[in-house]
Every structure is written in structure tokens, then in C-alpha cells.
């Protein structure tokens, strides 16, 4: 039986108004979202609504900045003559405002703490995304990731795999007997299309420390963290961008633990710009996407999808996304009459509401509303004025942002990038030691000799094996701390972090 202060910490307010006042059902957060309309029509106001709702609940959530005019979430609102207007409308005598506990992150380190992922935690399959490879090239890369992996090669930053193409370009046929065949094209290619990432920023965003999923879990005196990451230069880059978030979504359904039905979420996700996502994406990363959706639900994690028209979304996520607030949509193209009548059809009706008609005449801050009832019921759609914020709504100043990074309880965590024994360092080491060998078998006059079975290995040969063994050992030594006797690759082919 719940308490009544648990119970009461669980009682959202509404985020809009229609013939009733609407709030989305803590326990129906994870059953996802979509928030849709075009440019100019309120959507990062309802955005930052909802966000503030969740933060009161205590749920923690993670959202892209995409304009760089969220960061007032974290001070309260007041002085704002719109938003005293629509608090009036909507009879709110007595706006209370306050902020929110937020927590910056920016990929290139500049507006925010720096966010990384090391190479093996991105996999194959979104690096593959974001270098743009074509099918054969990423299953060329795909090879590359198994022979590091049964090698005992680290990939941590863009050096390692560098090192990595090019140990197998100078080892073609020595690898490729083991795992396929790769041509020294491909490989050129994929190197290429590497170094253009490097100078795309890849550099900075992958490497350690790598994020740590408990970082964006935090509850603070009952509020949930906002994750805020700064994204107006990174849209500059829209691939690195859309992967790291799928990345981040990998990573939440790789390593939460089944959860069950919760009465509030764990954490919610926010996908600006979600066109992104299944822009020029490969058919089997859109399916494991899809599925990735489907079962997170029941990690406790919702995701919540923010883009212009709703047919930008697969059919098969759409159908997935049980809270819905649709702002205006404008049609004059035979196409967008169309997109249109196929927003008015994914609501459940309301025979007051000409649904069609209404998305074309909605005003800015005004929606069509369906959310779940507890029972999972999408509620008729609703024709609602969504409410204002509470923070304020002047973004903060690069001065008071970097303010905030200094206060935050996990500065220093990862500001300064660690540059350990890898890939890169290993295979140099390995490159050393052979040719330190083949200079002492030649002093000596002895030509170096294939390595016999073990069971009839000389003396000699038998040293030279324990001098390979002893840098087995070692690798395995430097990876063995973060990858344990074998790696385990998740749902997008990224590594599982062992917690």
C-alpha cells in the first residue's frame, strides 16, 4: 500500500487544458511520446512543460538543447508578461515558479560537461552510421571489431581504430583467412571516411572517461535531473548527433535491469529533431531500433519523439507512442494536406472535435491532446491550451553555464580525458617487440623459425612462445579491468559495460 507522501509525490499537475485539465499518468510515462507541429507553433514550450512535470516527479529525464534556449530550466520563471497572460486564460491566479536541478552535458566539452563513448561501446553497427559506410564496407568493419575483440585490442578513440585498419591493411591475408574477405579498397575507404569523422569532432566525443549512466539517474531533494545536452553546434554534424543518441538509448536497454510495471518512469529520453534518427538509416538498424522501443518499456524508460510531422516517424514507432500532443500543422501541398489527414486519424476521435479541420486552426501554445488513462486507454482527443512554465525562459549566459558545470557535484569526473594502454599503444608494442626479435635473430645468425606444435616446441621456439604469451597476458591484464574474460555485444552491437 502506498503512503500518502509517496502517493502525493506521484500526483503530477497538468501541462494543458481543454474541457478538463490534462496530466500524462505517471505509470503511462513509459508507454513513449510524440510532440508535433510545425516550426513556430509552441512546441518547446510544451517540451519544457512536460519536462518540468516529470523533473517534480522525480523522474529523471535527458534532452537534447537543439536552439540553446532551454538552459533557464534550472532558475525560476517571473516577469514575463505571455506567460502572466496565459496563466489568466487558464485561471491560474497564483503561478508558482521555480527551477529545476540540471545537469549539462556537451559533446565538445564547451557548454557542459565533455560527453564521450569509447569505440567498442558505439559498435560496429552506428559507427557504420555515422562514417557513412556502405553494406560491405560495414560488415568489413564489423570483421575488424571481431578481430579486435578476439585479439585482445581495446578500441577506446579514433587512434586505435586507425591502428586497427591499418595493422589489417598491412595483414590482409593473414586476417581475412580467419574472418572474410577485405580488400585494401574497403579498408582505404573506411580509414577515410574515419580521419573525416576526426576532423568532424569525432576526436572529442570518443575516448574516457566515457559517460556513466548512474551521472543521469540522479534524484535530487525529490526533484528528477535534467539532463540538459548542448546541441546547437552539433546539428552542424546531424549523424554524430542522431547515433549518439540512439547510442545512449542502446546503452539505457543494454545495462538497466527489468523493472515491471512502475508507478513513474526511471527515466525518460527526449528525441529532438527525430527525423533524424531514420534519416538514410540501413533497414536492420531501423528494425532493432523499432524492437529497442518496443521492450524498453519495461526497463522503466519512456522516449519521447519531437518533430515537425508525425509521418517523419516510422509507422511502427508511431504506433508505440501512447501520449501524443499535436500543435499546428500547415498544409498547402497535396503532401501536407495528406500528412494531415493522417495526424487527424492516429487520435481516438472525439465527436466534438472536427480533428482535420482543428490542426489547421490551432493558434501557438494550443494543441490536440491524447494521452493514456492508468489502464492504457489512449483518451479521446482533446483541443487544449498548453500551460505555461515555471523556469525561466532567457537562456543562461556561457558565463553562468560554465557557473553551473564548476558547482555540479560531478565536475572533474570528466573533464580531463584519460589516454590508457589501448588499441593503438598495443599494436605499437607488438610492432616492437617482433622487430626486436628479428634484429637479435640476426646478430646472432639465426633466421627466425616457424613456431612448431606445442608439443614439439624447442627450447627456443618455446622462450619466443612465452615472450607472446607474456604480451597476451599483459593485454588481457589492461583490458581484463573493463571487458572481463569475454565481450558481450548489446542490442545495437555495442560492448556492455560491466557494472
Given amino acids: 500500500m502506498l503512503n500518502d507522501?509517496?502517493?502525493?509525490?506521484?500526483?503530477?499537475?497538468?501541462?494543458?487544458?481543454?474541457?478538463?485539465?490534462?496530466?500524462?499518468?505517471?505509470?503511462?510515462?513509459n508507454r513513449h511520446g510524440l510532440i508535433t507541429g510545425s516550426t513556430g507553433t509552441g512546441k518547446t514550450v510544451t517540451l519544457r512543460v512536460l519536462i518540468e512535470q516529470f523533473s517534480s516527479m522525480g523522474v529523471p529525464v535527458f534532452l537534447p538543447d537543439i536552439k540553446g534556449d532551454l538552459s533557464g530550466l534550472c532558475r525560476p520563471g517571473g516577469g514575463n508578461k505571455k506567460i502572466e497572460e496565459r496563466a489568466r486564460?487558464?485561471?491560474?491566479?497564483?503561478?508558482?515558479?521555480?527551477?529545476?536541478?540540471?545537469?549539462?552535458w556537451d559533446l565538445h566539452g564547451k557548454e557542459g560537461h565533455p560527453v564521450r563513448a569509447t569505440i567498442s561501446e558505439m559498435g560496429p553497427l552506428l559507427l557504420s552510421r555515422i562514417l557513412n559506410l556502405n553494406n560491405t564496407q560495414s560488415g568489413i568493419l564489423s570483421m575488424l571489431f571481431r578481430y579486435a575483440d578476439d585479439s585482445r585490442l581495446l578500441l577506446i578513440d579514433i587512434a586505435d581504430l586507425v591502428s586497427l585498419i591499418t595493422h589489417a591493411l598491412e595483414n590482409?591475408?593473414?586476417?581475412?583467412?580467419?574472418?572474410?574477405?577485405?580488400?585494401?579498397?574497403?579498408?582505404?575507404?573506411?580509414?577515410?571516411?574515419?580521419?573525416?569523422?576526426e576532423e568532424q569532432g569525432g576526436d572529442l566525443f570518443f575516448g574516457e572517461p566515457s559517460l556513466v549512466l548512474e551521472d543521469i539517474l540522479e534524484v535530487k531533494d525529490g526533484k528528477g535531473t535534467i539532463n540538459l545536452l548542448s546541441a546547437a553546434a552539433l546539428m552542424k554534424t546531424p549523424k554524430i548527433y542522431s547515433t549518439f543518441l540512439l547510442w545512449l538509448l542502446s546503452e539505457?536497454?543494454?545495462?538497466?535491469?527489468?523493472?515491471?510495471?512502475?508507478?513513474?518512469?526511471?527515466?525518460?529520453?527526449?528525441?529532438?529533431?527525430?527525423?533524424?534518427?531514420?534519416?538514410?538509416?540501413?533497414?536492420?538498424?531501423?528494425?532493432?531500433?523499432?524492437?529497442i522501443v518496443r521492450l524498453i518499456r519495461s526497463k522503466g524508460v519512456g522516449v519521447y519523439f519531437i518533430t515537425q510531422n508525425p509521418g517523419d516517424i516510422p509507422e511502427a514507432v508511431l504506433g508505440q507512442l501512447g501520449n501524443r500532443v499535436q500543435h499546428a500543422l500547415r498544409a498547402t501541398t497535396p503532401g501536407e494536406m495528406r500528412a494531415v489527414k493522417a495526424a487527424a486519424k492516429s487520435f481516438r476521435q472525439n465527436p466534438k472535435i472536427d480533428t482535420e479541420k482543428v490542426i489547421g486552426e490551432l493558434g501557438i501554445g494550443e494543441a490536440l491532446v491524447?494521452?493514456?488513462d492508468r489502464s492504457g486507454v489512449p483518451a479521446p482527443v482533446d483541443r487544449a491550451f498548453i500551460y505555461p512554465p515555471r523556469s525561466s525562459l532567457p537562456p543562461l549566459s556561457s558565463t553562468e553555464i560554465q557557473a553551473e558545470v564548476r558547482s555540479s557535484p560531478i565536475f572533474g569526473r570528466y573533464e580531463e580525458a584519460i589516454n590508457r594502454h589501448s588499441a593503438a599503444e598495443e599494436l605499437l608494442q607488438r610492432q616492437k617487440e617482433v622487430m626486436a626479435r628479428e634484429q637479435a635473430a640476426e646478430k646472432s645468425s639465426v633466421k627466425p623459425k616457424p613456431a612448431p606444435s606445442s608439443a614439439g616446441r624447442s627450447s627456443k621456439t618455446k622462450d619466443a612462445g612465452d615472450v607472446v604469451s607474456t604480451i597476451a597476458i599483459r593485454t588481457a591484464t589492461n583490458v581484463g579491468t573493463q571487458i572481463g574474460k569475454e565481450i558481450v555485444r548489446g542490442m545495437l552491437g555495442s560492448w556492455l559495460?560491466?557494472?
Fill in 172 to 197: 590482409t591475408a593473414e586476417i581475412k583467412g580467419k574472418y572474410g574477405n577485405m580488400t585494401s579498397a574497403s579498408l582505404g575507404a573506411i580509414q577515410r571516411a574515419v580521419l573525416t569523422l
Fill in 89 to 104: 486564460l487558464l485561471g491560474l491566479n497564483e503561478l508558482s515558479y521555480e527551477g529545476f536541478p540540471v545537469r549539462f
Fill in 252 to 291: 539505457l536497454y543494454d545495462l538497466l535491469p527489468e523493472a515491471g510495471d512502475l508507478e513513474k518512469p526511471r527515466f525518460l529520453l527526449f528525441f529532438e529533431e527525430s527525423h533524424l534518427l531514420f534519416t538514410d538509416t540501413p533497414k536492420v538498424l531501423e528494425e532493432k531500433i523499432i524492437q
Fill in 370 to 372: 491524447s494521452v493514456l
Fill in 497 to 499: 559495460k560491466k557494472k
Fill in 5 to 29: 507522501s509517496f502517493m502525493t509525490a506521484l500526483t503530477p499537475s497538468p501541462f494543458a487544458k481543454g474541457e478538463t485539465e490534462i496530466f500524462i499518468e505517471p505509470s503511462m510515462a
